[in-house]
């Protein structure tokens, strides 16, 4: 057809780094890549992979926004690229790898050791020491709006956007994060989580923990998932007061 | 040489590998992990409708129970499946589902009294008993008698996921991130463990093992379009195949799923159409119940994929760039339906197509989903053909799925395999037959073939383009293995196959000759052991001359029993071979507690075996005097067809039951 519109010439600048190579400098690199319809930053990056420079470094599994795997700063803000479409952004697009986490290379970062050393600094499984598995039994029972209100807390990706939003942690690198404050929360909710309030207490009641947080709430603005940080933060915070006084 | 010694070597994160990791670490044995991306990453996660378990607590699974899910499974599998298998998994199904509830999943659970769903575009009130209230409720999906699809709304994978990596942490499991498994190493039939590659540095690492397991899911990037995560590519499969020892199963067995989104392939949950909604073509004509008129839209997933097509070339698909596709329609169920049961498919929508499903239309088409075949195994998850050498899940060919598997069924087979396999692995160990020996010579020997085989794509000069081969051969697969298949091309597929695989063999890296993290050297190995792989599915589907499940021949349209009741057995016995080697393994009736019979789509083309109607004639005779004895169903299934004394004896109690025996 006549008047369809020439597609647009995207500009892709992207932060290059291979801290496996000596002669390597952080150093900003520019793609042109032709804008097709339904474009996704997956799409993008593939081409520019396949078409002009095969060296370079990404993360993708699902492609699906589903797993967390590919965020990064698009235009400096993080978020998940495979589910980010081009004809959202303008056409000079830049992409860099989320700060504060190991850099594999380009824009592929160590997300899994971070998030491992929280989830088991946080123990984020479920504690019940006189429970015995009993696999052939009726399942215990659990009101159904508080299983939807759990795993609504259990949608967390892992993805590291709230770790790279987060005020707090660029000044104090060993401070929690809203993620590993949702899983606390998410396990709080669980009664099949035996905890003590006073054990959570000696997880997260300290500055690294939900005393460190400054309510700046980045975290909430750049989430994929939409978890309610802000309000689980604010509960916990309240909780987590009543705890020590009690004490 | 760095070299690495553990029990139990698995390779996979997902939730198949992480079932087992947890069950031999709780029997004591030490194991390593080995993992493409982090565990919580995994195509599991990507698992959306949801887990089948006979529990019936909701309404609408009354009734059910393990030999109903029994017989949906092997009649979904075109009788394809191994019986003895599928009533292992049908057993310890629900078993799985508790002990994972216990272990922290959301499963979304039954509330008593009245609530509304859509069934048959209708809406119906179904009324839920006070006794389920709390217990674990279940969807509809297809191919399935009951209600049986348990869920956490559609996040299933993910929450079993994240559940089972979480118990995977507090068990302490070693788990080695980006690490890639490029080899087996084994001697004289027995395998010893793999030569790995670490993603990020480049490094080569021997791990030395009793027992490995091969959990790396399926192969379905073989093809251009698939719903499956990027590293769904068969190396599990391809290793195993290039070991020239393992065998694989039934690689020409691919599920097609009914609704991808078009045109990237994501997929939609058949949870949509089993809470009700519903597929229409260009015209918003509901085309389903014209085909099948019994389970319509709910029709085996094969089934559906293929009625779909057929709709599509009758010209009532709905043009676009990207080729027809037809409609999923999910508006009639409601908005709070959609926000609260179907978000992940909402989410989807909104970001790759920018729709709103609670008021859109959803534009779908059948997309390669899922592979049957795999690395075929006994039904203690050890390959028939290489000592110590296990596989489990969405890699393996088990076989419980046959020629199609049902949904629900995939998830649920990764930790029911995963918990049983962990116990014949343990069972292995704690034996004097898992003894090993192999010298330092040999694990170096391993290890230097495959780092002159990673030198020899740097230095190569004037070489092929390993872009280029992967993608003609996804598009050889896209257009001449699909959803209806001819021997013509398919014979055109082999042949062009070949020709890329020899093609292979002088791949070249160009630029990019980093010898630590490397994509493009990545792509280059993953792309010749990816074209193996597509060479066992394209031939195995060639010389199928029958159609079975998701295998669909024109040119021979019906089920042939009396020839092809076999299982195609691919190897790869000399590395210089082009074309795999093929063998086929009988299927007996005269085993079967349910012989074969007619699935209820379209018209009966069977051809049937020549035993199938003494063996009928004689389950049915049995089971009649069995039933005037007053036997229950347990003694009468034990009768046809004695399974227990096969399982784990921990796995082998009666699951409890409202209304059976609660």
Redesign the interface.
């Known amino acids: 057809m006549r008047d369809e519109k020439k597609p647009r010439l995207l500009k892709i600048s992207i932060l290059r780094f291979d801290p496996h190579d000596p002669e390597d400098v952080p150093h900003m690199e520019t793609f042109e890549v032709e804008e097709s319809d339904g474009m996704t930053l997956y799409i993008v990056l593939n081409e520019i992979r396949e078409h002009h420079d095969n060296s370079l470094k990404f993360d993708f599994v699902c492609r699906a926004g589903i797993c967390g795997s590919c965020s990064m700063l698009v235009n400096g803000r993080p978020t998940l690229a495979c589910r980010t479409l081009t004809s959202k952004l303008g056409e000079h697009i830049t992409l860099a790898p989320l700060p504060l986490f190991e850099l594999i290379g380009d824009l592929s970062i160590y997300t899994g050791k971070w998030m491992r050393y929280l989830n088991e600094h946080l123990e984020t499984w479920i504690h019940d020491k006189e429970k015995e598995v009993a696999f052939d039994k009726l399942e215990e029972r659990m009101e159904p709006a508080l299983a939807d209100e759990i795993y609504e807390l259990d949608r967390c990706v892992e993805c590291g956007c709230c770790v790279a939003g987060c005020g707090t942690i660029q000044m104090r690198p060993s401070f929690t994060g809203a993620v590993g404050l949702n899983k606390i929360a998410r396990y709080h909710l669980d009664p099949r989580d035996k905890r003590s309030d006073e054990e959570y207490y000696e997880l997260i009641g300290d500055e690294d923990g939900i005393f460190g947080c400054m309510t700046l709430l980045g975290c909430e603005d750049v989430c994929p998932k939409d978890l309610p940080l802000q309000s689980k933060i604010a509960y916990l915070r309240r909780m987590m007061i009543k705890t020590s006084m009690k004490n | 040489m760095k070299v690495i010694y553990t029990d139990v070597l698995i390779i996979g994160g997902g939730l198949a590998g992480l079932r087992v990791a947890t069950g031999v670490k709780e029997r004591g044995h030490n194991t390593v992990v080995l993992t493409l ?2 565990p ?4 599991s ?2 698992a959306q409708g949801g887990m089948q378990a006979s ?1 019936a607590n909701s309404t609408m699974g009354d009734g059910d129970n393990e030999d109903v899910h029994f017989s949906d499974t092997i009649k979904g599998s075109d009788w394809g499946a191994d019986q003895e298998v599928a009533r292992m998994f049908t057993h310890c199904a ?6 994972l ?4 999943v ?6 008593k009294g009245d609530r509304e769903a859509i069934i048959n575009a209708k809406k119906v009130t179904i009324t839920e008993k006070d006794e389920a ?5 279940a969807r509809d999906f297809g191919g399935t008698k009951k209600w049986r699809t348990c869920y ?2 559609d ?1 299933t994978g ?2 079993m996921l ?1 559940a089972m ?3 995977a ?2 068990e302490n499991v070693e ?1 080695h ?2 690490l890639e498994a490029i080899s087996l190493i084994h001697e004289e039939g027995r395998c010893y463990g793999a030569v790995a590659r670490n993603l ?3 490094e080569l690492v021997a791990y030395i093992s009793k027992a490995t397991t091969i959990a790396t899911g399926g192969y379905g990037r073989i093809y251009s379009v698939s719903t499956n ?3 769904c590519q068969g190396m599990g499969q391809a290793i195993a195949l290039e070991s020239g020892v393992a065998t694989l199963g039934n690689m020409e067995a691919i599920q097609f799923h009914p609704t991808a989104i078009v ?2 392939g ?2 939609t949950t058949e949870g949509c159409r089993g809470d009700g909604g519903l597929l229409l073509d260009k015209d918003g004509y509901r085309f389903m119940p014209d085909y099948e008129p019994d389970k319509k839209e709910l029709a085996s997933r094969d089934v559906v994929s293929r009625r779909m097509t057929e709709h599509m070339r009758k010209g009532k698909g709905v043009k676009s ?1 990207y080729g027809d596709h037809l409609w999923l329609d999910i508006t009639i169920l409601g908005r709070e339906h959609i926000e ?1 049961n179907l ?2 498919v909402k ?2 929508c909104e ?4 729709i709103d499903p609670a008021v859109d239309w959803i534009p779908v088409r059948p997309t390669q989903h899922y592979s049957m075949g795999g690395i075929r195994t006994k039904y203690t998850g050890e390959s028939q053909t290489m000592k110590g050498l296990y596989s489990c899940g969405e890699a393996a060919c088990w076989d419980m799925h046959g020629f199609n598997r049902l949904g629900g069924n995939s998830v649920s087979e990764t930790v029911v395999a995963g918990m049983l396999v962990a116990e014949y692995i343990s069972d292995f160990l704690d034996s004097k037959d898992s003894d090993m020996q192999i010298h330092s010579a040999k694990v170096e020997c391993f290890l230097k073939q495959e780092h002159d085989k990673l030198e020899a794509l740097l230095t190569k000069e004037n070489g092929e383009d390993a ?1 280029v081969l992967r993608r003609r051969m996804e598009e050889i697969m896209m257009d001449k293995v699909g959803i209806f298949r001819n021997g013509t091309d398919l014979k055109d597929a082999v042949d062009e196959l070949e020709d890329l695989l020899r093609r292979s063999k002088n791949i070249e ?4 000759k ?1 010898r ?5 050297l990545v ?1 280059a190995y993953r792309t010749q052991r990816m074209i193996k792989v597509a060479l066992t599915s394209a031939l195995g589907a060639y010389l199928r001359e029958e159609s079975r499940g998701a295998h669909s021949r024109e040119d021979f349209p019906q089920r042939d029993d009396e020839n092809w009741l076999k299982r195609t057995i691919t190897s790869w016995p000399d590395a210089d071979q082009t074309m795999p080697s093929v063998s086929y393994e009988e299927i007996n009736v005269s085993n079967m507690e349910m012989p074969p019979g007619f699935r209820g789509y379209g018209k009966d083309l069977t051809h049937h075996h020549p035993m199938t109607k003494v063996k009928q004639d004689s389950v049915d005779a049995t089971r009649k005097k069995l039933e005037e004895e007053g036997l229950n169903r347990f003694e009468i299934q034990n009768a046809l067809m004695p399974f227990m004394d096969k399982l784990p004896e921990k796995y082998r ?6 209304g059976e025996n ?1």
Request: aromatic share 8%; proline share 6%; glycine share 8%.
């Open positions: 991306v982090p919580k990453r995994s195509h996660s990507a529990l629900p078993k799985a589902i508790r002990e509830a216990q272990w922290g959301p499963w979304s659970r039954v509330q209230h709390g217990l674990i409720t956490t709304s996040g993910h929450s994240y990596d979480n118990k942490h507090e788990i991130e980006r990020m540095t480049g995560a990027i590293i045109p990237v994501i997929l760039k609260k978000r992940e989410e989807i970001n790759f197509l920018g872009y890296v160009f630029r990019s980093s630590a993290a490397n994509p493009a792509n109690g009666i699951n409890e039951r409202l609660v």
